[in-house]
């Protein structure tokens, strides 16, 4: 599966952006979806995943409460809609995916073969 975000963007603290990634390549509905950042100088980091029908969902610790992860199969997009910024939660943001009916957990980057290009969210002050 081919994988591409959008939706990044220069935000001020407090605001809320939703982030898309549109897929290419059949079979959409099996795959795990996920949302990953990274920060300058920092690892990459699992924001969020979901299952493929969209019952199963994880999310960090950090964006819990603000952060919905979201995918409409028909369409083959999954979406990440993040509100309340934060100054911390700037980053390039990645989709990725990986092949299976389960949502593993603990999730990591090195389970999802995958990958988009990246989203920049910028969060000022």
């Known amino acids: 599966v081919q994988l591409q975000a959008s939706g990044g963007g220069l935000v001020q603290a407090g605001d809320s952006l939703r982030l898309s990634c549109t897929t290419s390549g059949r079979s959409f509905g099996g795959y795990v979806m996920g949302w990953f950042r990274q920060a300058p100088g920092k690892d990459r980091e699992l924001v969020a995943a979901?299952?493929?029908?969209?019952?199963?969902?994880v999310y960090a610790d950090s964006v819990k409460g603000r952060f919905t992860i979201s995918r409409d199969n028909a369409k083959k997009m999954v979406h990440l809609q993040m509100n309340n910024l934060k100054l911390e939660d700037t980053a390039v943001y990645y989709c990725?995916?990986?092949?299976?009916?389960?949502?593993?957990?603990?999730?990591?980057?090195?389970?999802?073969?995958?990958w988009g290009q990246g989203t920049l969210v910028t969060v000022s002050s």
């Open positions: 979901i299952n493929w029908s969209g019952a199963s969902t």
């Open positions: 990725a995916a990986y092949s299976d009916s389960v949502l593993r957990t603990p999730l990591k980057a090195t389970d999802f073969p995958s």
